[in-house]
Each structure stands twice: as structure tokens, then as C-alpha cells.
């Protein structure tokens, strides 16, 4: 049987040699679903347009620029040694924490000018924030619990682990019957 540990050693090693950068946990491709969680904003962005004000936009970036650092800490905890991880974990916390605050920044500055779409604007974030908190429920720290703030009320955040292939088709799904199947992710 192989350990978590030598699983991800294999990876490292053979990422070694392709030149690509990879860091699995378990079996998600953490880079990959991020890449997918951009994507998405991407497409969330595309489909608002100018219902975004300017520091809504500001705030947007902040959130894609988190989720790159968010890849860049997890590739650094993997290599870490362990007596280094704990540095990593605590900044892997920190960033997971600003990029929901900023995501839940957004959201308070959209929301209440999206008219129709709310819904839409809804799913697609809580599908975003599900997943950024189930990529911090593989790593070996208590997941930390978010909610956010909707027009419907606060809403809990529950951690789901998704691959991209099952994030992709859930907001294929979200944009589609919202109407706006030229946002789909390929």
C-alpha cells in the first residue's frame, strides 16, 4: 500500500521530469481547480458586464490574485520539510480567509444591482466558495468554516471536494439554466 506521503513524492518526481507544475492531494489536481475556479469568475464576469462597478472589479482581482497565491502556498507546504508546514498551513489559513472576505466583498457591491440574475450570482458563489473550502479540507488542518452573506440571509459554506471535471459540469449546469449558455467552461 502507499502512503499519502510517497503518493505525493511520486508526483512531485514525476512532475520533476514533464517540467509542469502539479501538486496533487489526493486525487485533485489543486492548480488545475483553481485554473477552473478562475475560469469561472471569468465567465460570472462576462455574464454581469457592466453591473460590476469599477471597485467591484478592483475586488475581483484581488480574489484571482488570492487564488494564485493560494496555489503558489499549497505547492510550497508540499515541498516544505515538516518542520516548516506549519508556517505554510498558517498562511495557507490566511489566504483562504481573504479571498472569501474579498469574494464576500464583491458580492455585497454586485448583488443588490444584479436584478435577475441574483440566483445565478448565488449558485456560481456558492459553488466557488464550496470548492475553495473543500481544497482546504484535504489538507491536514481542521477545514476552517465560512459563511456568507446572500440576499437571502447568511448562508454556511459546506466544504465540497470536487475534481475539475465535476466543477466544470456544475457551473455548466448553473450558467445554462440561468440562460447563459455562452458562459459555459470547456
Known sequence: MITRRRFNQICMSATALLGATFIAVGCVSIPALINIVVAAIGSLQTILGTLIPPPALVILNLVKAGLADLGAAVAQYQAAPAASKATFLAKINLLLSDIVANFQSFLSQVLP??????????????????????????????????????????????????????FKKQFNALVTQAGYSQAVLN
Open 113 to 166: 444591482g444584479a436584478g435577475t440574475i441574483v440566483a445565478l450570482v448565488e449558485g456560481v458563489a456558492q459553488l466557488i466558495l464550496s470548492t475553495i473550502a473543500g481544497i482546504a479540507g484535504d489538507l491536514p488542518q481542521p477545514a476552517p468554516s465560512f459563511s456568507v452573506r446572500l440576499s437571502r440571509g447568511t448562508v454556511p459554506v459546506i466544504p465540497v471536494k470536487r475534481d475539475e471535471k465535476q
